[in-house]
């Protein structure tokens, strides 16, 4: 069951063009690349940040705006640039000292399905490519960078019982 699965997680894995963002790419008269993230999603890398769940981004593309939201969310794993995401999840593993059975993936397009089935559970936005979708173990309602993230950050929450906590926290 996805439930019990989601309470084994420690570390949450983002792609970025899609998932983080609508997947849409801006770019300035100078050439400069804009982004726009959801600042919904951003209390959800939050939440899990303090409720002891490591947050890390796994993408094949590079941007200063990826870098900076990173820096601003205190996102401690960044790696861009990654050509083969599913042989890089080792490096991964590595660095957080998380096995690959507590780590979750959140992807939408064909470069995420290897590293999707590769961890512990998959997760796709609900407009992701069809073939991610048919690999996952769970599917956001909201779309990618339309507070997806933060629907997958509940839902780990949730399962590992730390979700009322945090509306205690936010109430008082």
């Not at 899990?48 to 205190?74: D, P």
Request: proline share 2%; glycine share 10%.
């Amino acid at each position: 069951m996805i439930q019990d699965r989601l309470k084994e997680i420690k570390l949450l894995l983002l792609d970025v063009d899609g998932v983080l963002t609508n997947g849409n790419i801006i770019y300035d008269d100078t050439g400069g690349e804009l982004k726009i993230f959801n600042v919904r999603d951003g209390l959800g890398i939050r939440l899990l940040m303090l409720s002891g769940i490591k947050i890390g981004i796994v993408t094949s593309r590079s941007s200063s705006a990826l870098r900076y939201r990173c820096k601003n969310l205190e996102i401690p794993y960044l790696f861009d640039g990654v050509e083969d995401k599913a042989a890089f999840l080792d490096e991964i593993v590595e660095k957080s000292g998380i096995p690959s059975e507590k780590i979750a993936f959140m992807g939408d397009d064909l470069q995420d399905i290897a590293l999707m089935r590769k961890v512990g559970v998959s997760i796709a936005v609900s407009d992701a490519c069809p073939e991610a979708i048919e690999i996952a173990d769970l599917i956001t309602e909201a779309k990618g960078g339309q507070g997806a993230v933060r629907e997958a950050s509940e839902a780990i929450l949730k399962s590992q019982g730390k979700w009322q906590g945090i509306i205690d926290r936010f109430l008082s």
